[in-house]
């Protein structure tokens, strides 16, 4: 659970979430998804990597992230010596989702202290025969 935000005025939250806007602004480039980097063996019963205790060619990074549409998922290769920026992005894309779902707590507990405790704001129910139920017109033909 997140931070309690519950004792702050609607000035200190919103000055609060100004301070969070410039946060989430200030993350470097970043991506989603996930990074693995391996070795892979080409099948050729030739080749270096087909000898026993050899691990393979590479190392090689695969960048995957879920996408929108068929097949769910997109990758990408990533030459080995582009492998810490893409770690990079990602840890800087875990840093810009946690600021988010701050931001978002701050935003929710903004509009709670807008609004008041629960009941308050409310309408207080009109009083019987006022008029104030459902039941038709009060107009009498006669």
Request: net charge positive; hydrophobic share 30%; charged share 25%.
């Amino acid at each position: 659970m997140g931070k309690d935000y519950s004792s702050m005025s609607v000035g200190q939250l919103q000055e609060l979430r100004s301070l969070a806007l410039d946060r989430i602004a200030a993350v470097p480039a970043f991506r989603r998804g996930s990074l693995q980097v391996g070795y892979r063996k080409c099948g050729r019963a030739t080749c270096r990597c087909a000898r026993p205790g050899e691990q393979g060619h590479g190392p090689r990074g695969l960048w995957t992230r879920t996408a929108k549409g068929p097949g769910g998922s997109r990758g990408q290769y990533i030459p080995v010596d582009q492998i810490d920026q893409v770690r990079a992005e990602l840890d800087n894309y875990a840093e810009f989702a946690a600021l988010v779902e701050d931001y978002v707590e701050i935003n929710e507990a903004l509009c709670r202290a807008r609004v008041g405790p629960p009941g308050a704001g409310r309408e207080r129910a009109a009083p019987a025969g006022s008029g104030g139920e459902k039941g038709g017109s009060s107009t009498r033909r006669g």
